[in-house]
């Protein structure tokens, strides 16, 4: 995570919000231009994410949830104002692109795959967001009738020659995903924080809800071949999670969606 100080004009954020920023030193640690993402140096830390008005609605329910279940920080308040405003506890520790976790990169992928299995473990019946799959699916379709395609991140062994090969696979096999599995929805390096190792919690979840476990699997191998620049740690990151519950055919038609997403 990169912090860059930064100052804010208290008067345009709710009052609500005052008493965290006043006096606290600031920075930005935004790494997108659709949020912006405010470090609020105070007490234990705070992080104050700023976006269009009901865009963060969805991410301050999920990580409520995900609170619920000791596996990611407090929300102190969402406000849907004029922009909507999230306000959350810093989590003790550093995410995944820490240096020291990538320098040991058999640990780091055994660390996240295993992480990953006990989240898929975990019951999901109280999950506010249920139809992930369908929408998942949808929204894929929406953006192919739009015109977006890109799969310029992808390994060579989930690319797809032209969205027209993408769009086939997705209107053909795209039943076999299944809504069956408590997601994170990005799970990537930066999204999950360990403290010397030890499981933090998760961040950015936004994406989540329930469907099908191959997606976060999918992003757990993309993860570590973008963040490492290799994707030698592809198998290991399989048998780490656990070979029998990986489906070859379903992860190539998650990268498929991706590639609209």
């Known amino acids: 995570m990169i912090l860059t100080p930064t100052t804010i004009d208290i008067n345009k954020f709710p009052t609500e919000l005052h008493g965290f920023i006043k006096n606290a030193k600031l920075f930005d640690s935004s790494c997108s231009s659709e949020a912006r993402v405010t470090f609020i140096d105070k007490d234990s830390g705070y992080f104050l994410k700023t976006a269009t008005k009901g865009s963060l609605k969805k991410e ?49 992928c055994d660390t996240i795959a295993k992480r990953l299995a006990i989240l898929h473990s975990l019951d999901f019946s109280d999950c506010p967001i249920q139809n992930y799959t369908e929408n998942y699916i949808s929204q894929a379709k929406s953006n192919y009738q739009n015109g977006f395609y890109n799969s310029e991140l992808f390994p060579d062994n989930w690319g797809y020659e032209n969205a ?16 069956d599995t408590l997601l994170h929805g990005d799970y990537c ?5 360990l403290n010397d190792w030890n499981f933090s919690g998760f961040i950015d979840l936004d994406s989540g809800g329930v469907g099908d476990k191959n997606l976060d699997i999918f992003w757990g191998i993309w993860t570590l071949f973008y963040n490492l620049k290799t994707n030698k740690y592809r198998e290991r990151f399989i048998d780490a999670y656990g070979r029998e519950n990986v489906d070859e055919e379903r992860l190539r038609v998650v990268a498929a969606c991706e590639v609209f997403l």
């Open 189 to 193: 390096l930066p999204n999950i924080i």
């Open 60 to 108: 301050a329910v999920m990580t409520e949830y995900f609170h619920s279940k000791g596996l990611s920080t407090a929300v102190l308040a969402y406000i849907s104002s004029d922009k909507d405003y999230l306000l959350t506890e810093k989590i003790r520790g550093e995410d995944c692109t820490t240096a020291k976790f990538l320098e040991q990169p058999e640990r780091l």
């Open 164 to 179: 027209e090969k993408a769009i086939e696979v997705i209107n053909t096999k795209g039943r076999l995903l299944k809504s």
